[in-house]
């Protein structure tokens, strides 16, 4: 953690730029919380019109302080809020937190005001906070440079979680639902307008405390993905996982570019993307975020997903089979010797085969979870358990299921969820420490969150070496023609089809002998990037005097649609089983991301598409395909044979090392389609368009 974010989160002395004598105040909050909740440090209200404020000797200015404070809080609003940054500035603060609203978010005038207040915070060395932020709470320290009210609804306890969000409210309510299920909580901390200070800069930090197990975000822009990504990186090492609410949707991202790439790899795809590059996992709200923190907590990470499911109801083990197979944890083949160990444990009318139903039994023998779980845990194929118990009440020893569940757990180490309805059935569980849910869903999707981020974090980015920027074509247009694109490409090893690049009805013609007919013939102009909107391409063209037709239409055209006359290509018909997209463009925010999808005439209509961040290997956009609405197609369907995903896999890898070898020279790339064979027959890319960058 560097100095300046140790001065916030961990000051040794704190002012208060407008104090209040009233604890329910803005102005008056931090005071009060900073004394109940054991800050070691120094406080200095600053009220010019008291003498003393909660019981602390009152300042008329940061002038009048003995001491220049780590930590300075900004309650004043408007011009004054300004003004009390600059005094800052010149006192030696280190660092600020401006809780005043009214600036970047109100428009440009606003703006104006912000930028000002970072000038003058940048110049004197000082971070800034803020504005519009409801500060910062560290209770491993009781630095809490902060007003939530929620610190008052629900009383803290310092734990292992840490929390970071550009907005108070959200970082206020998952801090109250990490509570309300008895976790503790560490860090609550709010960037507001992030003038200076980010998410980014302050993960950072929190990763950086020991005594943090579990990071949760809140985003709604990622300000600085350099930081955030090398922040992922030291949370795998020290096995910190992150957890992430990103919001909203940046205008730029959603309008559609001149591209295909750039319409389909928008914003928030992008996002979802570098999150899993990086071992973030992303939920949808901080409900989602509390929900699975417990499990998290437990510092299990399972690598198998193969589930064994516990119940007495014989419905509930049917519900929790098609509620593991909608989340991919298949069901745990049980070993002959472990079934009938079960069944040795079970009354005869009872299941012991997964999902185990012991049955109504339950109520006459409360021993039955305590017998059955260590019995299957020695089974090798037994990964995650999951205990289902609808009804349960007057007759049943609730606390002895608990106690058996948790000590189960304790020896075994093996994740173990609860779906418990009822609160006096589902408190014992919580009480002895065992993750207990509503619903098998909730509980289930625990288990499969688990398992996948546990993968994520566990997977290593390998980097790509670095390669000399390629050549671009001389020119000044923004985009290269399709020749131009082709060619790029095969200089990057991308197998492209055979062409020629004819200025002339009588090149046309001896294009068509040697690529032999059938034959492409297409307008060629960095003018016109898609050209069968204006009717430039001809399919299945046969002869040469129809080539050469062809180039004198299409010669003509250009001609008249004011476009540079570059050429005719002639390109061979190529046939393949199926047609994908490829594409890069480098984003504003997160730099080079690839798409790859389903091809054709319609990939901005269906949209099927999957988007990585580089670097990535071969194997990693196979896994990627697997998760477009097309997959069932990869490995042949109804007497189709496999495609040869390999080969498209080159493609894809080829052309992200392209983009980013290019260094800024190349915006965006579209490959489409690219024609994939039977496996083993290789991949051909049939039309290119490269977009200059700069």
Not at 101 to 112: D, L, N, P
Not at 398 to 408: G, I
Request: aromatic fraction near 6%; charge should be negative; proline fraction near 6%.
């Amino acid at each position: 953690m560097s100095d300046l974010l140790e001065s916030a989160l961990n000051p040794q002395s704190v002012a208060v730029i407008g104090a209040s004598e009233n604890i329910h105040k803005i102005g008056g909050r931090p005071i009060y919380y900073m004394r109940r909740h054991g800050f070691g440090g120094r406080i200095y209200p600053i009220n010019p019109s008291r003498e003393e404020v909660q019981g602390l000797r009152s300042y008329a200015s940061l002038a009048a302080l003995p001491e220049a404070p780590d930590l300075a809080m900004v309650i004043v609003g408007g011009e004054k809020a300004v003004d009390a940054v600059s005094q800052c500035a010149s006192r030696g603060v280190k660092s600020v937190v401006v809780v005043a609203s009214g600036f970047g978010e109100t428009g440009e005038e606003g703006r104006a005001a912000q930028r000002a207040m970072v000038d003058t915070a940048r110049a004197a060395g000082m971070r800034l906070y803020g504005p519009n932020t409801q500060g910062l709470a560290n209770f491993g320290t009781g630095a809490l440079a902060g007003f939530s009210t929620m610190f008052v609804e629900v009383p803290p306890a310092d734990g292992p979680v840490g929390i970071v969000s550009q907005s108070g409210g959200m970082s206020a309510m998952a801090y109250g639902l990490l509570r309300g299920r008895g976790l503790g909580v560490r860090h609550v901390h709010a960037t507001g307008n992030e003038a200076d200070v980010t998410v980014s800069d302050l993960a950072w930090a929190v990763a950086h405390d020991p005594d943090v197990k579990l990071l949760l975000l809140y985003l709604e822009n990622v300000a600085d993905p350099e930081l955030l990504a090398r922040t992922a990186a030291y949370a795998r090492e020290r096995d910190l996982p992150i957890i992430a609410v990103k919001a909203g949707r940046s205008e730029s991202g959603q309008k559609a570019a001149s591209s295909h790439t750039g319409s389909l790899a928008n914003e928030d795809r992008t996002v979802d993307a570098f999150f899993r590059h990086h071992g973030i996992w992303r939920v949808r709200d901080p409900h989602a975020q509390a929900l699975a923190a417990e499990a998290y907590l437990k510092g299990w990470r399972p690598e198998g997903r193969r589930l064994v499911i516990i119940s007495n109801s014989g419905a509930s083990c049917v519900m929790g089979a098609d509620a593991s197979e909608e989340l991919g944890l298949p069901l745990a083949e049980l070993a002959p010797a472990t079934r009938a160990d079960v069944a040795s444990r079970l009354p005869g009318f009872a299941t012991a085969v997964n999902p185990i139903d012991i049955t109504a039994a339950l109520l006459s023998n409360s021993g039955l979870f305590g017998d059955v779980l260590p019995a299957v845990a020695q089974d090798p194929a037994a990964d995650l358990f999951f205990i289902n118990i609808p009804v349960a009440g007057a007759g049943y020893d609730v606390e002895a299921f608990a106690r058996d569940a948790a000590a189960f757990e304790r020896s075994t180490g093996k994740p173990v969820v609860v779906a418990a309805w009822q609160d006096t059935v589902a408190a014992p569980f919580r009480a002895h420490g065992v993750p207990t849910y509503g619903n098998e869903n909730d509980a289930l999707g625990t288990l499969a969150q688990l398992v996948s981020h546990t993968a994520l974090m566990r997977k290593a980015i390998v980097p790509w070496p670095a390669a000399p920027a390629p050549a671009l074509p001389a020119g000044t247009g923004r985009f290269l023609n399709e020749a131009q694109s082709l060619g790029l490409l095969a200089e990057a090893g991308v197998p492209v089809v055979a062409h020629r690049l004819c200025r002339s009805a009588k090149e046309a013609a001896d294009a068509l002998l040697a690529v032999g007919a059938p034959a492409v013939v297409k307008a060629c102009s960095g003018d016109v990037p898609h050209k069968s909107e204006h009717g430039l391409v001809a399919l299945n063209v046969g002869s040469a005097e129809e080539v050469a037709a062809l180039f004198d239409r299409q010669w003509a055209r250009l001609g008249a649609l004011g476009a540079a006359q570059e050429g005719v290509i002639v390109a061979a018909m190529r046939r393949g089983q199926h047609e994908f997209m490829v594409g890069a463009r480098v984003d504003p925010v997160f730099g080079p991301v690839v798409v790859v999808g389903d091809g054709g005439k319609y990939v901005e209509a269906l949209q099927d598409i999957a988007v990585l961040v580089p670097p990535f290997a071969a194997a990693d956009v196979a896994d990627a395909l697997r998760t477009l609405r097309i997959a069932p197609l990869l490995d042949g369907v109804r007497g189709d044979p496999p495609l040869d995903i390999d080969a498209l896999a080159q493609v894809v890898v080829a052309v992200g090392r392209l983009i980013v070898d290019a260094r800024g020279s190349i915006a965006s790339i579209d490959v489409n389609p690219v024609l994939v064979a039977p496996r083993g027959q290789g991949a051909v890319v049939l039309d290119a368009l490269v977009e200059r960058g700069g």
